[in-house]
């Protein structure tokens, strides 16, 4: 067994990914965590009451009651107020995606969605919207301290630390949404979510494992869509109880339409269907949580829109160029293609597999090459983060490198006359035209 290859997958992580790119769930936790504040401040200020009114205190009762009507009227303010909140929220929110789909490309919607600070955002203000609201039925139209039962004195000061809270993620609500307004923390963003794939992604195998002869595939039930990740947890347990090794037949970013063959089955076990139908993700968009060459495509759809003659924006494409180099960079060593997944005894059981080295050096260099030809900024960087590369990489990965730089080359001298400025576009420089 190759232990650089041996990674125990974990059950939960696709489970916990979905969810971060649904914009519903945290809003709803909130929710139902607010319902259960309340109940225990309501029955902390019922124990409070009861206990002074053992000890006969009904003058603290009374203070008690006169804090409460007092703060009532805050709290009314505060659950008018904080729907106004929610809608400036909102407006904000649709504000900022459509500027970044418009300039950038539709695909960095997905930042929006799975930003932490604007679920926190708008998670607190319906917490404390609701939680506002509860309040107000809490108050008792009793006044004598003998026969009041609960006094939300308790739950009036937590309504008043929401506010403050929900005043302080607005402020870094603003701050973050204007950030990702801009191009560079966009670009930065899709990079850090694109290394933080590649890191976590099991090492390929240099040789291919050998497998049983396939008996059998598996087709695709579920609806048409791309293959956004499978649960490889699942099919490992799923191959083992069996005693067969799987083999995922397309690729993470593939689409897929029912009756694809999506498992090719090697081994004499037969695995369950039911046990398989849960184990693959298909959905309308490409996620980052197992594809590799998700974070490429962006940048370079980013850097085409960049360039593209209603735009003409190089210095967006250098950006874009910047962070290409980095993401290829990580992986100018690290073993790819082929990715075994192993069992607890160390036994492949699912084979899968992802794009190598010359797939990505495509994906991410070819159209920015075709489209940079008029614009010696890109090209001067394009050359410039080759060379870097070709530094960097072993031999046997140098050829996607120099033949790209070779097209790239070709293209300037037959689209530039002048042999000065054929020189001036192919010159290396690292910030384009620095």
């Not at 980095?326 to 100018?332: D, F, H, I, K, R």
Request: glycine residues 6%; proline residues 6%; charged residues 20%.
């Amino acid at each position: 067994m190759s232990d650089r290859s041996y990674q125990r997958p974990r059950t939960l992580s696709p489970l916990r990914e979905h969810l971060r790119d649904t914009f519903w769930f945290a809003p709803s936790a909130g929710l139902g965590l607010a319902v259960v504040l309340w109940v225990a401040s309501s029955e902390l200020d019922t124990r409070i009451v009861a206990y002074l009114q053992d000890q006969q205190d009904y003058e603290a009762v009374s203070d008690l009651i006169s804090i409460a009507d007092d703060l009532k009227t805050i709290v009314t303010t505060i659950s008018s107020a904080m729907m106004t909140f929610i809608g400036v929220v909102f407006s904000i929110s649709l504000v900022a995606v459509q500027m970044a789909s418009g300039n950038l490309t539709p695909r960095v919607v997905r930042i929006f969605v799975r930003s932490r600070i604007s679920k926190a955002t708008l998670t607190v203000f319906l917490a404390t919207f609701l939680f506002s609201l509860l309040v107000l039925t809490s108050y008792e139209s009793e006044a004598d301290p003998r026969r009041v039962t609960s006094v939300p004195v308790v739950q009036s000061l937590l309504t008043m630390a929401l506010v403050g809270l929900s005043l302080l993620l607005f402020i870094a609500y603003v701050s973050q949404t204007l950030r990702l307004m801009q191009v560079g923390p966009v670009v930065d963003r899709i990079a850090r979510e694109s290394l933080r794939v590649l890191v976590r992604q099991p090492a390929g195998e240099r040789d291919p494992v050998p497998l049983a002869r396939e008996g059998r595939w598996i087709a695709h039930q579920g609806r048409a869509g791309v293959l956004r990740d499978v649960n490889v947890a699942r099919l490992v347990r799923a191959a083992r109880k069996q005693g067969v090794v799987l083999r995922l037949i397309p690729r993470i970013g593939d689409y897929v339409v029912p009756g694809t063959p999506m498992l090719s089955v090697h081994g004499e076990g037969e695995p369950l269907r039911r046990t398989l139908a849960y184990t693959v993700s298909v959905g309308v968009e490409r996620t980052f949580h197992q594809d590799p060459g998700l974070g490429l495509r962006q940048l370079s759809d980013i850097a085409l829109r960049a360039l593209s003659p209603a735009v003409n924006d190089p210095t967006t494409a250098v950006q874009c160029l910047d962070r290409i180099v980095q993401l290829l960079t990580v992986v100018a060593r690290k073993p790819l293609g082929e990715v075994h997944h192993r069992d607890g005894q160390g036994a492949v059981r699912l084979v899968q597999d992802v794009p190598g080295w010359t797939d990505l050096v495509d994906l991410a260099l070819a159209e920015i090459r075709v489209f940079a030809v008029g614009s010696p900024q890109v090209t001067r960087r394009l050359v410039a983060g080759i060379d870097d590369l070709l530094l960097l990489v072993p031999e046997e990965r140098r050829e996607p490198l120099v033949r790209h730089r070779a097209l790239l080359v070709q293209a300037v001298e037959r689209a530039v006359p002048e042999a000065a400025e054929r020189e001036f576009a192919l010159l290396p420089d690292r910030q384009g035209i620095g």
